[in-house]
């Protein structure tokens, strides 16, 4: 079975660094590209990051430009979103989806819609 498992959420204070885990099951990251999602309370889920498979190409919000960084391991069957200075407007429930295919088009990672499977997303809170 296709599987999305979020780790590393938790408290931290802003300015601060935390890295997610996504640990991906029942089919390999070298096809598929993997995306990071985030939902604060009251907001929508937005886009904030995704990693491509063919060339490892990644893409980022304007809003964590210069402060996340997304990485894969492909031996681990793992992406990573490290978050460094953190704000108090990155608390949200972070989410790592997979792509329908290897590469996105364009903007399209932007888009719930492309994503075919889902984790259970992982608890970012930035206070102080």
């Known amino acids: 079975q296709v599987q999305l498992v979020e780790s590393g959420g938790g408290l931290v204070q802003p300015g601060g660094s935390l890295r997610l885990s996504c640990a991906a099951s029942?089919?390999?990251?070298?096809?598929?590209?993997i995306g990071w999602f985030r939902q604060a309370p009251g907001k929508e889920r937005e886009g904030v990051s995704c990693i491509s498979s063919r060339d490892g190409s990644t893409s980022y919000a304007d809003s964590v430009k210069g402060r996340f960084t997304i990485s894969r391991d492909n031996a681990k069957n793992t992406v990573y979103l490290q978050m460094n200075s953190l704000k108090f407007e990155d608390t949200a429930v972070y989410y790592c989806a997979r792509y329908r295919r290897p590469v996105p088009s364009g903007g399209s990672w932007r888009y719930r819609s492309m994503y075919d499977y889902w984790g259970q997303g992982t608890q970012v809170t930035v206070s102080s």
């Open positions: 029942g089919f390999t990251l070298d096809y598929y590209a």
